[in-house]
């Protein structure tokens, strides 16, 4: 079942087209890669599923819905959440309450209940913080979980951040290069994170990774793009044979 389709997505930047006629389709509980050369269009592209960006022209759809025109805090509440290229946690913070952050759609106590923490706002209270819990133990960071943010590895960074779009119970995912900077064994552990999350948890992976061992070991369907434009898209296997893809990774003369 088709769960995200963008059709036709433009993009621009005054004079500079950042995305022209990308159109690609989504399945509910696949990994979905999107690769792609340096300036290829990556970010841009996840940036326009989340909101942060409104294509000019072209539409993405989600669930049936027509989300073109929603704001990034409609869609998450939707179930479209997302982790950055750069870290962006509360690094003055613990991992707990990192997380507990991210549990702020699913809390609706007002501003008395909460502030004296009386009632429904206790009760809301506990249930997020046990859904946290079982995130922090999902993810095995439980030795860290009262730690400042600011004072972890750069490889547990990356996994809070993980934990943090996780608290927001999506149903798609966007990770934005989530193996950046990683040495080998945190890569693994992170690639087998993303496959529990998929797998055990049903969610809907969308990643930008430039690791194309990573790409091609756990993702299902893949899509290319290459200034702007799609070359290529299918399976793996598919797009490691296709002409376009090795001429845009190796300049491949015609």
């Known amino acids: 079942m088709v769960q995200l389709s963008c059709t036709d997505i433009q993009l621009n930047f005054g004079g500079v087209r950042a995305l022209s006629g990308v159109s690609f389709e989504v399945n509910k509980g696949e990994i979905f890669a999107i690769i792609g050369p340096n300036g290829a269009g990556k970010s841009s592209m996840l940036n326009c599923i989340s909101g942060v ?17 929603h704001s990034p805090s409609q869609r998450a509440k939707m179930g479209i959440a997302r982790s950055f290229q750069n870290i962006a946690l509360f690094k003055g913070m613990t991992v707990i309450d990192n997380l507990m ?63 943090r779009a996780l608290a927001l119970e999506p149903k798609i995912l966007l990770l934005d290069e989530p193996m950046a900077g990683m040495n080998l064994g945190e890569k693994e552990d992170m690639s087998r994170f993303i496959i529990d999350t998929n797998e055990e948890r049903g969610i809907t992976v969308i990643m930008i990774e430039h690791d194309m061992g990573v790409v091609m070991d756990i993702s299902n369907s893949v899509c290319v793009l290459d200034f702007g434009k799609k070359i290529a898209g299918g399976t793996p296997e598919e797009v490691q044979q296709d002409p376009h893809v090795i001429k845009a990774y190796l300049g491949e003369e015609d």
């Not at 991210?102 to 502030?115: C, D, K, T, V, W």
């Not at 009386?118 to 439980?142: D, H, M, T, W, Y």
């Open 101 to 163: 952050i991210g549990r702020h759609l699913h809390q609706h106590a007002g501003l008395i209940q909460g502030g004296l923490f009386f009632g429904p706002a206790q009760k809301e209270e506990i249930v997020n913080r046990e859904f946290v819990e079982e995130i922090i133990e999902f993810l095995s960071i439980q030795s860290i979980r009262k730690k400042v943010v600011g004072t972890l590895s750069y490889g547990f960074q990356k996994r809070v951040e993980l934990a």
């Open 53 to 69: 960006y409104h294509p000019q022209k072209g539409k993405i759809t989600f669930e049936d819905a027509d989300i073109s025109s």
